[in-house]
């Protein structure tokens, strides 16, 4: 009777010990998740103000245009919404992670 208990004794043992290392990882994992999310966010945060800076830029070139040649204001508006294309693409990568 008792060997029977010291063998539930020890596999109860083994089991806490195996749920012990699981559970390091998964708190090393959550940490290191906490980095990637803090960077992410900080990413995000520089983008945004990117996207700001270069709108405030836009809003200004448009009241400096009244000048142009249509053909002039044709390219700049096509150079300005490639811009904001590849911010919306970083902003959607950084949202993924």
Known sequence: ??????????????????????????????????????????????AESQVQTLQQKVDVLKLGTDSWSEQDKKELQKRIDGYLKEIDKCLLILNKD
């Open 1 to 46: 009777m008792s060997h029977l208990i010291n063998q539930q004794l020890q596999h109860l043992h083994q089991s806490l010990q195996q749920l012990l290392k699981q559970y390091q990882l998964v708190e090393r994992e959550n940490v290191q998740l906490k980095k990637e999310l803090e960077k992410t966010k900080q990413q995000v945060q520089s």
